[in-house]
């Protein structure tokens, strides 16, 4: 989630006309929001094991034999390089995916075919279908890089990883969890606010405001992305480290720093000094101490 994923204008048009009096649309819409919200955490969860090789003690009872468990040092072994460019090519799509579909252009094209409260829940849908492809076809390269032997150590390390996930759910708590996932949009249109059934390039601020920043509570008065911290911890902090481990962490972490610059370039264009200023005394990724801003 990027936070210019609400607050860009747009121009395209939607062609939906929806009859306040008729209950079928807002009852699809709650059907479509629950059932993606509920996807968003069986993909969560799967993400966290898959990551985390937590299917491992599961793979030799009868849950292996109905359920499509897998991790990342799992699945057929190819030659190195054919493994290594289509991992590469993987996470490649998964970021992809991230970057194009918030853009403005992309919601005003998308808007033309569905509805602004069902936008946000199409783009997760999408996000499940790149992760889901991502796991499916992952390629492992089981050879280890590090492996802590010591039981406690190896405890230690997978609740911290475990830590970091929980990370980016508080941290979506606090900055708006249930507009990230779609939720808050659908609500919306069910409570028939106007601006859920305008064109798309109609759509008055409020559609577009997510509530940054949010510098009086909770992870982020402590760093501008603690929920790219968080995201950082999971995918690092682990009792073995495989190169095909390596690959998806530093692949999902270069994309990360991308998204970050060109994310803060577009608050620093839509806030201007006052994002600006915010950056001088926060810290980006890690939470830390707020710096007192500069004397002028």
Known sequence: MTTNDYIAPATGVSNVNVDPSDSGPKVFAFLFGAAVYIAVWVILIYVVCFVGNFFDPLLGTKWAAVLPLKSIDMGVQEPFWRSLWIDVGLVAILGLQHSIMPRPWYKAWITKFVPPHMERGVYIIFAICALSLLMWQ??????????????????????????????????????????????TQVLDFIRDKPYMRYAYSRLPAEFFAIGWPITDKGLWYFARHPDFFGFCVGFWVTPRMTYGHLIFA??????????????????????????????????????WFVREPAKK
């Open 138 to 183: 992952w390629r492992p390269l089981p050879e280890t890089i590090w492996s802590i032997e010591n039981p406690a150590l190896q405890l230690v390390l997978n609740i911290i990883q475990v830590g970091g996930w929980v990370t980016v759910l508080i941290a979506t708590i606090q900055v708006g969890h249930w507009k990230i996932f779609g939720v």
């Open 250 to 287: 530093a692949g999902l972490t270069i994309y990360i720093m991308f998204g970050i610059f060109f994310l803060e370039a577009n608050l620093t264009q839509l806030y201007g000094t006052s994002y600006a200023e915010y950056v001088k005394i926060r810290s980006k990724i890690i939470p």
